[in-house]
């Protein structure tokens, strides 16, 4: 147990003190409240006399409506480009406009039922047309009102939304409101990404570390004081605390960047996206998925020899960690089809097919238990495979192939009498 | 009070790596073990510490086998040197001394103290891959005996250093046997050997084809070599039943014998021919005896 905590100590330590370890999580940190401010940041760069910059949309009005489409455009307010009245015909507005004198050219014809809107711009500005065609619209249905002779109250009739409730078909069953969907949605996809990330980053730091000690040749020194087993778990604990003290940074950062930037999208994001219980599942199997990756890849890295074929060890696992990626996203639309429900209970893709469908939809509790225990179960039987494999990688050098490293390693780790 | 090896034998695959080895090395003892490249000594080694599991027999120190429970009682110098390159000389050790159980102030103290016995302080805080090679073995040697193990095995010890640093370990490897320390160590260089061990093992393809005493041997050993110093040419020996081999010299020639009784005749045989300044009846070397046995390469 001593020597267990050594080793912990000892991955831990040397990740900790290492510059590119303590750059990357100061970059992450920054870029992070960076973000956070990004909106106090564009406000330090913008100059006050903005709104003399925004792009200038030239309205000819030829409807026979007089103008009336012109003064109303004028009066819109949107932040993102502003209507400017012109006189000229059509043709000295586009040539204004290819001189910069103008953004974009709107002209506007036709009578009655038939207004007719040309937009005139570079071609990628579908944003701004679309805006422009809506604003277009709500004038053209005032204007049409007013001529039909409405008043207020019996357009607000018109208008009036329908009440629509959404009740569930099972008693005690739930519904998901747009609030619940969209959080679950955000937290989803946030776990989806931390997973994938942590299988890459992390599961490559395990296998290198472990292909490091076999290629400097300490590793036969170090296996004949510690038990090999004790070691390879000592270095996935020291590289998951080292990850968390990256993670814990990053978030610190993030809270320090939300209070100081005093914006109110983070505020609602922290009461209202983040569900605790979501919160709990996504850590659980965060730490479970973190071992049964990190297993495979500390078990994958004692069979190179050498730290430059990792990579090519680490190329299936990444595979599954690319594949459970897709998966995930293809299933946050439609999360409960019946494969996402049978992968979920695949071990390498219960943390984020689990997690999905917590999130997404409804699993029954039983269910989420069941599927926990296979996957404990399995990292379990993971670690005790990987742990075989990795007694035997370690004294074992060449070159690398998938079938004979395997094969060799069996045999050295063989338990025998 | 001592380390059994009891009829191991190692399968790897189809082939035995290690067929059929028994020896027991008392407390205090220097043992050597001795073959050429592929022979099973490191195997040996590794079944010792307990990295591989024998196929058959058992191995105790002591009465118990070695298990990572004991495994402070146990210094290792693996053949295939190695240490974290990248860590300073103190650092490495005090991960590496840790795991055997010591603290960090008794590290310090001791690795001063064989820092200063090898003419090296000043490499406390350099990391490893600034060291020369010769350095970097005295630091791996350090890594095997600072924790004053019971059992200290050693692969190889001697090989790469130059003369100086050679004899400034097998200075040290004898000062740990004067405390105490069992001692088992291989080597290719037979001179080390021969200066150091009282018993050895020679193994070939796994086997032992020679175990003891290392006087006895040589004494009971029967070949000879024959040292003759004669004008003549010596050429016509060859002939003579039961030589094993005759090599000229520039003062006349070096003749292997198959035993005392040979000797004899070939004294005979040159009296009858003329005068020999000298001819002197050598007892084998062990290289020699290394060839013979052990086989094949020269010099190895």
Redesign the interface.
């Known amino acids: 147990m ?2 267990f905590w ?2 912990v100590a ?1 991955t831990a330590g040397r990740r900790l003190k290492s510059k590119a370890f303590i750059f990357s999580t100061l970059s992450m940190a920054i870029l992070v409240f960076a973000l956070t401010n990004i909106n106090n940041i564009i406000d330090a760069f913008s100059s006050d006399d903005a709104d003399r910059d925004l792009p200038r949309v030239a309205v000819i009005d030829e409807t026979e409506y007089g103008g009336l489409f012109t003064d109303m455009l004028s009066s819109y307010e949107d932040g993102r480009f502003q209507y400017v009245e012109t006189t000229e015909n059509l043709d000295s507005a586009l040539d204004a406009a290819r001189d910069d004198e103008h953004d974009y050219v709107l002209h506007l014809s036709g009578n009655n039922e038939n207004i007719v809107a040309e937009f005139y711009s570079n071609g990628n500005d579908f944003m701004i047309a679309q805006d422009v065609n809506h604003d277009v619209q709500r004038i053209k249905e005032a204007v049409m009102t007013n001529e039909l002779g409405l008043n207020e109250q019996e357009l607000a009739l018109i208008y009036y939304p329908v009440l629509f409730n959404e009740l569930p078909l099972h008693e005690g069953g739930e519904v998901q409101t747009v609030e619940t969907h969209m959080q679950a949605y955000w937290m989803v996809y946030f776990l989806v990404f931390a997973i994938y990330m942590i299988v890459l980053t992390f599961g490559t730091m395990i296998a290198t570390e472990v292909a490091t ?1 076999k290629s ?12 090999p087993v ?1 070691q390879m778990l000592g270095k996935i604990i020291g590289i998951g605390i080292a990850g968390l003290v990256n993670l814990g940074a990053i978030v610190v950062a993030g809270i320090i960047g939300v209070s100081v930037s005093g914006d109110d999208f983070f505020d609602m994001i922290f009461t209202e996206v983040l569900d605790p219980t979501l919160v709990f599942y996504a850590l659980l199997l965060i730490i479970l998925g973190y071992f049964v990756y990190g297993g495979v890849a500390a078990m994958l890295g004692a069979l190179v020899s050498r730290a430059e074929e990792v990579n090519q060890a680490l190329q299936p696992l990444i595979f599954l960690a690319i594949i459970a990626l897709f998966i995930s996203i293809f299933g946050l639309n439609t999360p409960d089809v019946a494969f996402i429900q049978v992968l979920s209970y695949v071990p390498f893709f219960t943390p984020q097919l689990l997690f999905l469908r917590i999130g997404m939809g409804t699993v029954p509790t039983w269910e989420i238990i069941l599927i926990l225990a296979i996957l404990t179960i399995s990292c379990i039987i993971i670690m005790f495979i990987a742990a075989r494999i990795y007694k035997g990688g370690v ?1 074992m050098y060449g070159k690398f192939s998938f079938k004979d490293s395997l094969k060799q390693a069996f ?2 780790s ?4 | 009070m001592t380390l059994v090896m009891n009829g191991i034998r190692k399968k790897f695959n189809n082939d035995y790596a290690v067929d059929g080895i028994s020896l027991t090395v008392d407390r205090g003892e220097m043992f050597g073990m001795l073959g050429a490249n592929g022979a099973g000594k490191t195997t040996s080694f590794r079944m010792i510490l307990g990295l591989l599991d024998p196929s058959e027999g058992s191995i105790a120190w002591e009465g118990k086998p070695l298990s990572y429970k004991r495994t402070k009682l146990v210094g290792y110098l693996p053949e295939e040197r190695g240490l974290f390159p990248k860590l300073t000389v103190k650092e490495q050790l005090i991960y590496l001394m840790k795991l055997k159980g010591m603290s960090k102030g008794d590290i310090i103290t001791e690795m001063r103290h064989w820092l200063d016995r090898f003419q090296v302080p000043e490499y406390e805080n350099k990391k490893i891959e600034e060291l020369s090679k010769g350095n970097q073995q005295k630091i791996q040697f350090m890594a095997a005996v600072l924790h004053k193990p019971e059992l200290l095995i050693l692969d190889e010890p001697f090989s790469g250093l130059d003369p100086v640093n050679s004899d400034m370990l097998k200075s040290a490897v004898l000062d740990m046997q004067k405390a105490g320390t069992t001692i088992l160590f291989s080597s290719h260089q037979m001179q080390n050997v021969e200066e150091l061990c009282e018993e050895l093992i020679m193994l070939k393809q796994g086997k032992a084809v020679l175990q003891g005493n290392l006087r006895k041997i040589k004494r009971s050993y029967g070949m000879k070599t024959i040292n003759i110093h004669a004008d003549f040419d010596l050429e016509f020996l060859r002939s003579v039943p039961g030589i094993i081999s005759l090599d000229k010299t520039k003062d006349g020639a070096k003749v292997k014998v198959e035993n005392e009784k040979i000797a004899e005749d070939i004294f005979y045989n040159v009296a009858e021919t003329g005068f020999a300044r000298k001819f002197e009846v050598e007892e084998p070397s062990l290289h020699d005896i290394f060839i013979d046995k052990a086989g094949g390469e020269k010099n190895e």
Do not use: A, F, G, Y
């Not at chain 1, 400097?216 to 038990?227: A, P």
């Not at chain 1, 063989?414 to 009498?417: D, S």
């Open positions: 001593n020597n050594t080793t000892h000690e400097s040749r300490v590793m036969e020194l170090i296996v004949s004081s510690v038990n004790t004294l045999t050295l063989k338990k025998e009498n």
